[in-house]
């Protein structure tokens, strides 16, 4: 019909960060985009400000001076001032992303994470460094909390990526769908995919879901020939015994000649979430140290080269 408008709306996502200029989250200079939602519970995770898709408040209790500046703003009553003068953030009320309270801190103690972004939005902030990943063999990965929770959002990014020509990658727990991994893979040029632990109990204790999904999903990427990296996070303890590591050696042999699997990472465990989680009132499950020593990551190295696998250590 002539003379008649279209508005074309766009899909929106809840992104809890964009990251530049990173270089361990695929090949190149990359733009690391976070998605907020995951369906794991990992016990090490260092983003759980990424694991709710919802808006949430960090509060940064050091720097709080307990004015009350943000409970008389607050439309939702989120913010108190306790008996005993102390500011509270009621976890149970849920945060509607106004920003007011971090508007008024005058000590800016308080971060509201989250936000909806639009396909143009993030390609908007992904073409600034087109450059980079030319110079680079860089690109974008999408990472999170867990990206294959907003997956048709994630397939469009993606999609408009590859229609500028930039190198695409995701960061993934495999705990989907077949049908929903399969949408994005086709805009996927790699694949960064985690495997925590290969007996399924002890994967639900850690995680609290099982494994043969993830597992499942692993080899099906796999033989359908999408580029694939496995993603391995160590923790002393609890995934880098040597029956652990030659499980997942015995799991992944079958695929060590075909030229999309493109090796196994190692990644060390660190505690650089720590903070996040007393800014979020919860305690961190991991208790003690469970690091590596650069011999013990050279030892678990040594294990799968000797079966002949590309392996590499990640260290930040």
Avoid at 242 to 262: A, C, G, H, T, W
């Amino acid at each position: 019909m002539s003379g008649t408008n279209l508005t074309v709306v766009e899909r929106k996502a809840f992104i809890f960060n964009v990251q530049k200029y990173n270089i361990y989250d695929g090949p190149g200079v990359r733009t690391l985009i976070f998605f907020k939602g995951c369906p794991l519970r990992c016990k090490w995770c260092s983003n759980p400000e990424g694991l709710e898709k919802k808006y949430q408040v960090m509060l940064k209790r050091n720097l709080c001076v307990d004015c009350g500046a943000c409970v008389s703003v607050c439309p939702v009553g989120i913010h108190s001032i306790s008996k005993e003068q102390k500011h509270e953030v009621n976890r149970n009320i849920d945060c509607i992303g106004c920003r007011r309270c971090e508007e008024v801190c005058p000590q800016s103690a308080m971060t509201i994470v989250g936000e909806i972004k639009t396909v143009s939005e993030l390609m908007k902030v992904i073409e600034e460094d087109r450059s980079f990943y030319e110079l680079s063999g860089g690109g974008v990965t999408l990472g999170g909390g867990e990206v294959t929770m907003q997956a048709e959002f994630a397939a469009n990014l993606l999609a408009a990526c590859k229609q500028e020509g930039i190198n695409t990658a995701i960061e993934t727990c495999g705990y989907v769908k077949l049908e929903t991994v399969l949408k994005i893979a086709e805009f996927t040029d790699l694949f960064l995919f985690d495997i925590k632990h290969m007996d399924s109990e002890r994967h639900y204790q850690l995680t609290g879901v099982h494994n043969e999904l993830i597992l499942g999903n692993l080899k099906e990427l796999l033989n359908r020939r999408f580029n694939v990296k496995v993603r391995m996070p160590l923790l002393k303890g609890i995934n880098d015994s040597q029956e652990e590591i030659e499980s997942v050696v015995k799991f992944l042999m079958p695929f060590r000649d075909f030229k999309n699997f493109k090796g196994i990472d190692l990644l060390p465990y660190h505690k650089l979430g720590v903070n996040k989680y007393e800014q979020l009132n919860k305690e961190y499950p991991i208790k003690g140290d469970p690091s590596l020593n650069k011999d013990e990551l050279d030892m678990i190295e040594s294990w799968v080269k000797k079966y002949d696998l590309p392996v590499q250590v990640i260290r930040h």
